[in-house]
């Protein structure tokens, strides 16, 4: 059974940091890209980074230079580091594993509020 847990939302005050964590199990974890995606009320879903199996990774420019994502293989685990937070950060925040000619995974979301 696939599953993907995210977890370290909160509230937090702009400027701030958080570390979101997403825990995978039920598909082999290192042959996946994994993607943080977030959405925002009444706003579309978006990609705000992504790492492929080798460790490369993307971002774009509205939260590059803040946003790191790394992954831990043996721990099955991607970490999104979120650093110089805005107002406009505030979202649901979801990981979604991707790997060609496979159904992609999402998992349930957590919520990052930036306010003072």
């Known amino acids: 059974q696939v599953q993907l847990v995210e977890s370290g939302g909160g509230l937090v005050q702009p400027g701030g940091s958080l570390r979101l964590s997403c825990v995978a199990s039920?598909?082999?974890?290192?042959?996946?890209?994994m993607g943080w995606y977030r959405q925002a009320p009444g706003k579309e879903r978006e990609l705000v980074a992504a790492?492929?199996?080798?460790?490369?990774?993307y971002y774009p420019d509205s939260v590059k230079g803040r946003f790191t994502i790394s992954r831990d293989n043996a721990k099955n685990t991607v970490y999104l580091q979120m650093n110089s937070l805005k107002p406009e950060d505030t979202a649901v925040y979801y990981c979604?594993?991707?790997?060609?000619?496979?159904?992609?995974?999402w998992g349930q979301g957590t919520q990052v509020t930036v306010s003072s």
């Open positions: 039920g598909f082999t974890f290192s042959s996946y890209v």
């Open positions: 790492i492929s199996s080798g460790g490369s990774t």
């Open positions: 979604k594993a991707k790997q060609q000619y496979s159904p992609d995974y």
